[in-house]
C-alpha cells in the first residue's frame, strides 16, 4: 500500500498551489479520503475530506472557501485545490485512506507547504 503525496513548496501569500495524492496498493475507489495538516509544535489537524464516490466533501472552518477537496478514482488520485494561501496554512500535508467496516487507515508521507513572502 502506498500513497504518495505531491505538490508541495514554497508559495506565497495569496497564491495557490494544488497538492495530489496518488495511491496504489488497495482498492482507491472502496475508500474514503482525507487531507490532514500538520504545523511544527502543533497537533495534527483534519482540512478536508471526501466520500469513496466523490461526494460529500468537507473542510475545516479554517480553510472554507479556500481550499477544494476531489477525487479521481480512474487514476487513483486525490486532490486538494489550496487558494487564498496565507502564512498560517504552513504546514506538512498529509493524506489519509479509510474505511469503517473493517477500520483501516492509511497514511502518505506528506509534503511541506511552505506560505511565505
Known amino acids: 500500500v502506498q500513497l504518495v503525496e505531491s505538490g508541495g513548496g514554497l508559495v506565497q501569500p495569496g497564491g495557490s498551489v494544488r497538492l495530489s495524492c496518488a495511491a496504489s496498493g488497495f482498492t482507491f475507489s472502496t475508500y474514503a479520503m482525507s487531507w490532514y495538516r500538520q504545523a511544527p509544535g502543533k497537533e495534527r489537524e483534519l482540512v478536508a475530506g471526501?466520500?469513496?464516490?466523490?461526494?460529500?466533501?468537507n473542510y475545516a472552518d479554517s480553510v472554507k472557501g479556500r481550499f477544494t477537496i476531489s477525487r479521481d478514482n480512474a487514476k487513483n488520485t486525490v486532490y486538494l485545490q489550496m487558494n487564498s494561501l496565507k502564512p498560517e496554512d504552513t504546514a506538512v500535508y498529509y493524506c489519509?485512506?479509510?474505511?469503517?467496516?473493517?477500520?483501516?487507515?492509511?497514511w502518505g508521507q506528506g509534503t511541506q507547504v511552505t506560505v511565505s513572502s
Open positions: 489519509k485512506a479509510y474505511r469503517f467496516a473493517p477500520r483501516i487507515d492509511y
Open positions: 471526501i466520500n469513496s464516490a466523490g461526494g460529500s466533501p
